[in-house]
């Protein structure tokens, strides 16, 4: 995650369509060897035979172990099987179809692969594995030959992700610094270190109770840094979730404020008195209580990817480059007999003993079994033994394993540096389920992969055309605007010349010509930022219009109405839209589309809104972008706070305002900062100030919710 550090949830995508239980065989089940990525669907004829030869013989089956990850589905009988005889189990299972879970493009078989589908797919024996545990040798090795590389990489957010809480890589102040919050004092202190332990607590106390928590390891570096650990000190018992397992904690630190903040994004956000009170936590570990190394640790930490693919396929496989099928049951005996045990047979276990497998390799910690804790060299490298032993053996950007076996459209297995296989590396982790707009696309970070294949360009596009993944960001995008534009240009070479590009974009040379301003404009809530979307869309696109969503044009004409928006995309592009949900949606069609999505019910436009106005520090609005301040999402306020700040050179904590305060505890700093504050605009602003000095708007309503 080189953009975001900490974005932890790992949520549903409810557009994925793949199957989340293991089944029998029925009638007219379609077939896994014949489903395929984009690539195989025009397969041979040797692949529709097999399709013809094995559709009556295999079920549907499907990736079971992250169902907590999916959206809930009706209740269905279970068909798992327990017996107490292992070879009468043996006997009945070798007399039915072999077993397998489908997920994304990857069929996960549990007994063995079907003659008819070994003989079309291909595996390259002369290619040394690259996906288990002993293949990884781990960034030293690459440093001996890669210096340059190693050196950027030391200094990439990649590399702390995820970290021990020790001296070298904790950053927030635990010098008995404090945080009042909800009526709680929360200290973030040290005692002295052992062995196993460096010291690092937050203890947190109100009205008489007393918790304390013990860090353990640390998440991110660039922005915030978020802490893992456990309850050693509080009124749970200690066999509790809170004192047993290793999770996410409720405070973290904010690198450029230096300051103690509550954590988000690690369960759902919110509204004010609905956010979870880390002084009382429930009982019942609840939504925000999230296990690190169950739902954090695939993408934070590098383990080896025939691990990863068993710990979260619904993930990793969702973007492969083609059909694989995956041995599951002999990875297990080979490369995970702790897991495996006395077993047999792959035929004595049970279709419940097989859920049981993946869901222990779910829970394995970290600093335990992966190659490393953070991101390095072969999380997209992919293992590099052979590499490291014999420099003429190149890294593979496809995995490979005597276990896995690959269908491909032409009979051919072109493993190279080719741009699925590439992409494929950033695809394995910037992917999920996030809140989304009406045109699909991510509302917050760290699923830029999913979000970027919404758009048509990624059939060509890599990930590192725009990013060098050896070195990181910094706190800022540093690419000027005109390197960003030629980009763009390398494919779309018809807009290479100025005249072009007015015709296209109907504005002279400047923001409104801007080639990410129009097709990526700033809708993803970052850490600290609106940032760019990866989706790859039109300022004319339907949905995000008609729902009265973020559109390109009133991210800078904020003052504008929506008539004027669409009277202006159908003039230049012939673009229509229905009538009578513009209508419904925006309410006043004469009123300013920035002051309406600044009054609007879903939190994420609001967001953006605010952010719009302050950008463009439009004269017009900026008065009612004060009340984003005010707004029932603790995001939202913390980045209007932010934003407010920097426009205005103050400091709002002077009005005793905090973006975390409870709306009691507001309300006065909230009450001067309306009176004050305003006066300060005609400075920020000069004598002419963005969008003009325009009539003063009726006042803003306060959002009392949202969706």
Known sequence: MSDHDNSLRPESDESDKSRDELRRPEAGDSNPSEQSDQSTRSASSDLRLLALAVISMIGIGAAYWFVQTEPKREARESTRTTAADPRQTRRDQLSRQPRFLEYGNVVFWWDALPEKLQEVSLRDESIPSNMHRDDYVGPESCAKCHKVQHQHWLQHSHRRMNAEADEQNV???????????????????????TESDDGYRMRLEREGVTIVYACRQTIGSRFFQYYVGQMIEGPFAEDHPYRQINHVLPFGYWLEQKQWVPVVHVGPENPDGERDDPFAPPQTAGESFLPYASTCSMCHTTFALADDLTRKPNIVSRHAPMRMHWHM??????????????????????????????????????????????????????????????????????????????????????????????????????????????????????????????????????CVDCHNPHQGIGAQWTATPAHDDASCIRCHSKFETEAAIQEHTHHGPGEGSRCMNCHMPRINEGLQDLVRTHTIFSPTHKEMIEENHPNACNLCHVEQSIDWTLQHLKEWYGAEYDSQRIAANYGSRQRPVGLGWLQGDYEPVRLVAADAIFRTMNRELLPYALEALNDPYLINRQFAQRSLERLLSVKLSDYGYRFFMSPKERADAMERIRQELPATFAGALGSGGAGGSGTLLPPLETPAGGR
């Not at 950053?171 to 270190?193: C, I």
């Not at 296989?421 to 394995?428: D, E, K, L, S, T």
């Open 171 to 193: 950053m927030g102040d635990f010098g008995d610094a404090t945080l009042e919050y909800l009526g709680g004092v929360a200290t973030f202190l040290r005692v002295p270190a």
């Open 329 to 462: 049951s002999r990875y297990f005996r080979e490369q995970r007999p702790e897991l495996w045990g006395d077993i047999e047979h792959p035929a004595d276990v049970s279709d419940e003993g097989i859920h049981a497998m993946p869901e222990a390799v779910m829970t394995f910690e970290a600093n335990e079994h992966a190659v490393t804790l953070g991101i390095s060299c072969e999380a997209c490298h992919l293992g590099a033994k052979a590499h490291a032993k014999d420099p003429k053996i190149k890294p593979d950007f496809h995995p490979h394993s005597p276990y896995l076996r690959v269908q491909t459209a032409n009979g051919k297995l072109n493993t190279g540096r080719l741009q699925q296989n590439v992409n494929w590396a950033c695809g394995r982790c910037h992917v999920g389920g996030r809140p989304i707009y009406a045109g699909g696309m991510s509302t917050w970070n760290s699923v830029e992969y999913s979000d970027a294949m919404l758009g048509s360009c990624y059939s060509q596009l890599r």
